[in-house]
């Protein structure tokens, strides 16, 4: 059974930093495409970055140069890197991976950007 669990989520201001992480169970992260979405309140959610066996991706213009996502495989852990904060960046952050044909998801982590 694959489960994805996020944490490093927060309240934080514009400018700032966070971590988030997403520790994987039943999946190994450095075989298997792991994502990092978000969803906005009244928006729909959207992937943010992927990282795969060979490549790293950040998606949208604005994200990145901010954004790093990135992988401990002793951990079995994806990170993703938020540095410059900015209040548009407020949304709940999921981690995703397609395994045998399904998706997983975690639950989310809540990341608020305010001054």
């Known amino acids: 059974q694959v489960q994805l669990e996020e944490s490093g989520g927060g309240l934080v201001q514009p400018g700032g930093s966070l971590r988030l992480s997403c520790a994987a169970s039943?999946?190994?992260?450095?075989?298997?495409?792991m994502n990092w979405y978000r969803q906005a309140p009244g928006k729909q959610r959207e992937l943010v970055a992927r990282i795969s066996s060979s490549r790293t991706t950040i998606n949208g213009d604005s994200v990145k140069g901010r954004f790093t996502i990135s992988r401990d495989n002793a951990k079995n852990t994806v990170y993703l890197q938020m540095n410059n904060l900015k209040p548009e960046d407020t949304a709940v952050y999921y981690c995703?991976?397609?395994?045998?044909?399904?998706?997983?998801w975690g639950q989310g982590t809540q990341v608020t950007v305010s001054s």
């Open positions: 995703k991976t397609f395994y045998y044909g399904k998706d997983y």
């Open positions: 039943g999946i190994s992260v450095s075989m298997y495409p």
